[in-house]
């Protein structure tokens, strides 16, 4: 698999750290070798936008061969979230806020999960479910802060 044929920069150097993140996701599964689920690091490696489709279908037709029993679990996750599901989310977070007395961490766990739909929604394409999506988590950061 040659990605420097898709137009995405990559020196010696950068191959080099990619080597690097690459064992470290094998090492991170216990492994002392990497298997080609550990591929999977180089869907975020793009520079622009329209990259990153392109980057996700290489990877994954790659990946997708990987039979090995201690494959890296990351490395089947579609990374573009569906809006339904990240709009769930954040109205159990919103209900779990309006629902009463929490405590501290409590709270911040509710904010950790906040921030994280935050970046999820970032990857959302439907303009508009990025729009009302944002709109939500705003309006439940706003009932954050008064509470404070």
């Known amino acids: 698999m040659s990605l420097r044929n898709t137009g995405i920069a990559i020196s010696d150097r950068r191959a080099v750290k990619l080597q690097n993140l690459i064992a470290a996701s094998a090492l991170i599964c216990g492994r002392k070798e990497a298997v080609l689920s550990d591929l999977w690091v180089l869907k975020h490696i793009w520079d622009t936008e329209e990259q990153i489709e392109i980057l996700e279908g ?19 996750q579609n990374k ?29 766990v509710i904010k950790d999960k906040l921030r994280y739909l ?6 959302i394409r439907n303009p508009e479910q990025k729009q009302y999506i944002q709109q939500e988590i705003e309006s439940l950061w706003q009932k954050i802060l008064q509470s404070v």
């Not at 037709?61 to 090995?68: F, L, Q, S």
């Not at 709009?87 to 629902?99: A, P, Q, R, S, Y």
């Not at 935050?118 to 990857?123: E, G």
């Open 58 to 76: 290489i990877i994954n037709r790659t990946i997708e061969k990987d039979d090995h029993p201690d494959s890296h679990p990351q490395a089947m």
């Open 118 to 123: 935050q970046t999820r929604c970032d990857w």
């Open 80 to 108: 573009t979230p569906n809006p339904e599901e990240v709009m769930k989310d954040v109205k159990i977070l919103v209900e779990k806020w309006n629902g009463g007395t929490l405590s501290f961490e409590e709270q911040n």
